[in-house]
């Protein structure tokens, strides 16, 4: 069973590397599918940063919002589901995640190191990804290092700590420029889009990002380090964490959040 597994993820990483390329190089130029004109991944990628940034400035309405990330949404799921290696069914999928299909978010560190008891810091209630104004839900967890003096480098190893992609997918968006002062509550953060769960991953409060929008990025990858960026973040009440949010999308192409703590349980851990 595993070794089948493996073989299978090892096919997927490289037919869908390859596939990215393709598509990278495609000559449509369509800005908004309509019917079978998707647009090129790299073209959406462009549309989900400039979105995400309007969210965050509040310079689009939140009903305009939903409608132009749905749209994005449908078209990439459009777009990945024209390729061989993503035409899966729900029980292919199901049997797939039985089989170690994530990968723990922080090497050398494991459950043990999520904030709360049985993840209890995750609380989905009011969360709205389209208006900014919204406060006070938590739709993720929070994964601490042991940062004692807040520099931002892993007292266990001297070195700053790696984030690692829980599963393999696009980088869809990234940040890099926060500053302390900013009141951006995410800091530096990025987004991946995993085609196989048709979700989105948000990592946010990096200090370094290593991908690029994109990007095809495989399950237990570095992508980044963790920081203290962010409003709330950057603050000396806050330990140093990894803030980790998983968004299943909808038939709509909407997102709802999911908690990802059942997965960090079973998820390989890295040393």
Same mark, same amino acid.
């Given at each position: ?65 939903? *409608?132009? $990330? ?6 990439? =799921? ?7 290696? #993503?035409?899966? /069914? ?34 989905? *209630?009011? $969360? ?6 919204? =406060? ?7 994964? #601490?290092?042991? /940062? ?9 190893t001297d070195q700053p700590a790696d984030v690692l992609a829980m599963t393999s997918g696009v980088v869809l968006a990234i940040e890099t420029a926060w500053t302390p002062g900013q009141e951006y509550r995410g800091g530096n953060w990025i987004w991946i889009y ?26 237990g990858q570095k992508i980044s380090e963790v920081g203290r960026t962010g409003y709330n973040a950057y603050a000396a009440r806050s330990p140093t964490h ?30």
């Amino acid at each position: 069973m595993k070794s089948g597994f493996w073989e299978f993820m090892r096919w997927i990483g490289l037919l869908s590397a390859l596939w990215i390329g393709l598509t990278h190089s495609a000559s449509s130029q369509n800005q908004v599918w309509a019917g079978t004109d998707v647009p090129r991944v790299d073209s959406m990628c462009q549309q989900f940063q400039q979105l995400y940034i309007q969210i965050r400035e509040e310079s689009v309405l939140p009903d305009t919002a939903r *409608k132009l $990330f749905s749209t994005i949404m449908i078209g990439l =799921r459009t777009k990945f589901r024209t390729a061989e290696p #993503f035409r899966i /069914d729900s029980i292919r999928r199901d049997s797939l995640l039985r089989a170690a299909y994530f990968s723990f978010p922080l090497r050398h560190y494991s459950p043990d190191a999520i904030g709360g008891r049985r993840g209890e810091g995750y609380r989905a *209630k009011g $969360f709205d990804l389209f208006d900014y104004n919204v =406060r006070g839900s938590h739709p993720a967890q929070d994964i #601490f290092i042991t /940062d004692r003096n807040q520099d931002c480098i892993d007292d266990n190893t001297d070195q700053p700590a790696d984030v690692l992609a829980m599963t393999s997918g696009v980088v869809l968006a990234i940040e890099t420029a926060w500053t302390p002062g900013q009141e951006y509550r995410g800091g530096n953060w990025i987004w991946i889009y995993d085609p196989m769960l048709d979700g989105l991953w948000y990592y946010a409060h990096n200090n370094a990002v290593l991908v690029r929008p994109g990007d095809w990025v495989q399950s237990g990858q570095k992508i980044s380090e963790v920081g203290r960026t962010g409003y709330n973040a950057y603050a000396a009440r806050s330990p140093t964490h990894l803030h980790l949010m998983y968004l299943q999308i909808q038939p709509d192409g909407l997102p709802i959040p999911r908690n990802t703590y059942e997965w960090l349980l079973t998820a390989r851990n890295y040393n």
